[in-house]
């Protein structure tokens, strides 16, 4: 040994403890990277619900309007009176009723009712309405011409309002 001393090749804790603040700072980063990927994940998960919601619905209505030999309106509730059929089906009624939407079947004289927006799913229903135009025939006959349904659906903090519109056949008088 010639006198001096060796200096070993490491790292001093000044440099290891700046090292791991930035690894800190990093980490911390891609976390709250994470942590907003899932939340965007959540809304869209939410948003895809009430669209499907409000997709299903509508076109179920739309084509019982479709088909419908008679329709009565209010603003909130919609009552089809099917075709002749072999299931027995003689009625179908939408009306929201405190905060639920509810599908009414009669079948061979007995109600069925379902809620089909509930108000404590993940999708609530905020608004319903219905709005029939009528117009009168050569012959007199008021008849229905359009059926235009608006709904107003709501999942989280996400609102959307969306309407459908349907002409039942031309043959409805009363």
Not at 9 to 36: P, Q, S
Not at 113 to 125: A, H, K, L, R
Not at 139 to 149: C, H, M, P, R
């Amino acid at each position: 040994m010639n006198g001096k001393l060796h200096k070993a090749n490491a790292f001093t804790i000044a440099e290891m403890l700046i090292a791991l603040a930035i690894l800190a700072v990093l980490l911390a980063a891609v976390a709250v990277a994470f942590h907003g990927s899932l939340m965007s994940y959540t809304e869209n998960q939410k948003i895809a619900d009430v669209v499907q919601a409000s997709r299903v619905l509508l076109q179920r209505m739309m084509t019982e309007v479709r088909t419908a030999e008679a329709i009565d309106t209010d603003s909130q509730r919609i009552s089809i009176i099917p075709p002749l059929n072999g299931e027995g089906l003689t009625e179908i009624e939408y009306a929201l009723d405190g905060g639920v939407l509810y599908c009414r079947r009669t079948i061979n004289g007995d109600q069925v009712t379902e809620p089909f927006i509930s108000s404590d799913g993940p999708v609530q229903i905020d608004q319903f309405e219905i709005t029939r135009e009528t117009d009168v025939d050569g012959e007199g006959l008021t008849y229905t011409k359009s059926i235009t349904a608006s709904i107003g659906l709501r999942s989280g903090e996400n609102a959307f309002q969306v309407t459908a519109s349907a002409c039942p056949r031309r043959n409805l008088a009363y």
